[in-house]
């Protein structure tokens, strides 16, 4: 399981916000590209880059730092935000974005979905945000009546190279991810899955361990995506990397006997 930083673009600057609220977002840098390197150095496999003023826009709006950031780093880059036309996911892949996400798209132009994979397939991530299992859209404004199982079906018919799960009521808040939500999201799915929203620890982490076997009904998780948890310090992407690694309590260090890096 690939344990992913996120970096959130806000106004130029990395923030993270509190379950999905603009107004409460907190700054964690300027410079996104000595974070995206810092992440990179840290060992991270790959990168979860969203540009909040696109969400909310509808059209990217941070496109010279994605390119700068994408520049930068030899590891994959999968970028979201405010991707709702063909043209801007061309536009995205020909800065050498590994995977572009789509969010509100996949809801309200399932017919372009369909052509973007058609086009680009296994290079469109599905972004599906929910509280309370319904879909929400446009940077999380809006909630629909969207169950979020039913739209893992539909979009499951394509040729995407992921799900990529948010439980918005736990995003930012560091209260641990949806569990029960994901195991059903996942049961309905037929590409693996991407977990993010409320990691706080490595215990967190360990926990969507049992939803990785490649044995159970349903897809697989396959990373994890880290936000506000590596900004706070509560997690060290390095001891995470090898604690889902191992995959084994028994393997991790004995410094973290006490809990007080896990908590």
């Known amino acids: 399981m690939e344990v992913i930083p996120a970096i959130d673009l806000l106004g130029g600057r990395c923030v993270r916000l509190f379950q999905g609220d603009y107004d409460r977002s907190e700054v964690f840098g300027d410079d996104p590209v000595a974070m995206a390197r810092r992440w990179a150095d840290a060992g991270a496999t790959r990168l979860h880059l969203v540009d909040l003023d696109g969400a909310k826009t509808g059209e990217p709006v941070n496109f010279e730092a994605i390119r700068a950031i994408v520049s930068a780093l030899d590891i994959p880059v999968q970028v979201g935000g405010g991707v709702r036309s063909l043209v801007t996911a061309e536009q995205l892949l020909g800065f050498g974005v590994d ?11 399932p017919e372009l979905l369909a052509l973007m994979c058609d086009r680009h397939p296994h290079r469109i991530a599905v972004g599906i945000d929910a509280r309370n299992g319904k879909v929400a859209t446009r940077g999380w404004v809006d909630t629909t009546e969207v169950k979020a199982t039913d739209l893992v079906e539909q979009v499951c018919q394509h040729a995407i190279a992921a799900i990529i799960y ?3 009521h736990r995003d930012g808040t560091l209260s641990g991810p949806n569990i029960e939500q994901l195991r059903a999201v996942t049961e309905v799915s037929s590409v693996p899955a991407i977990a993010s929203g409320g990691i706080s620890s490595i215990t967190d982490l360990l926990a969507l361990l049992p939803l990785c076997s490649p044995g159970r009904a349903g897809a697989a998780v396959v990373g994890a995506i880290v936000g506000k948890a590596l900004y706070a310090g509560s997690i060290s992407l390095k001891e995470a990397l090898q604690a889902v690694g191992n995959g084994r309590w028994q393997d991790i260090p004995e410094t973290w006997a006490d809990g007080s890096a896990l908590a």
């Open 99 to 109: 995977r572009v996400i789509v969010g509100t798209l996949a809801v309200e132009q």
């Open 166 to 168: 948010t439980d918005i």
